[in-house]
């Protein structure tokens, strides 16, 4: 069974979401949807209490829910309930809300989408954009991230060439580019940012974006030269990538004066990016 784990957005409020490409249906956490549903401070413990209800009352949807992997507000894959489509209409039905009719048809929406993007992949390209200008990132940021995806999706391709396991290994690899560009871990990078569950990328700038980029292609490049056969030797040309652009990233703070890599998460930057729109437009209209 190939899974792709992906965040979906209703009303600007995410979702987890699994595809799985043989039974061609998503999956969705049921946590974040009760979330959702109800306002709940605690959603968790909002869906157990309905579960048990639910079993009681001999519903098969409760009990017939599976349990995937997705990523949790610690960075960590974590088994988690999630329902297909049908299932969760039948547990919508037994959560009082009025957000529930919008949410069919959301849910319904996405669907559809989905069928659409695997005949047509640049749809799923124009949705991630959609996806980002609704959350206020501008064009430019958008195509740089984009590109970033591609980049990323090249190198981590690369490195199942090469026999390098996905999760620890591949984790271990990113730290390693991470921190040799920046000075920091993904980990530091974050709490450097502020960030708990957020994706890091997504709250990088513009520079930052693009040196890492640069990193993970020259790792990607220098693997393809050098073809690394065990892991020790992947650490060491994911060094020598991370190097290149550590290289670039100390050339460009010489000329600048300062960092920069910066504190600045997605809310932050986007809101200096708004008030410097602002500002321009006062002066273009004095």
Known sequence: MTQKQAIQLFEERKVRTIWDDEQEKW???IIDIVGILTDSDNPRKYWSVLKTRLKKEGNETATNCSRLKMQAEDGKNRFTDVADTEQLFRII?????????PFKLWMAQVASNRIDQIQDPELSIEQAMLDYKRLGYSDNW???RL???EVRKELTDEWKRRGVEEGVQFATLTDIITQTWSGKTTKEYKRYKGLKKENLRDNMTNTELILNM???????DLSKEHKPETFDENMNVAHKGG???RSARKELEKQLGHSIVTPLNAKTYL???DKSDDAAAIDKDN
């Open 142 to 144: 958008i195509n740089q």
């Open 27 to 29: 999956y969705f956490s």
């Open 243 to 245: 190097k290149v652009a």
């Open 271 to 273: 809101n200096q990016i």
């Open 147 to 149: 590109k970033s995806i």
């Open 214 to 220: 640069l990193a993970e292609s020259a790792t990607t």
């Open 93 to 101: 039905q037994s959560i009082p809300s009025p957000k529930a009719e």
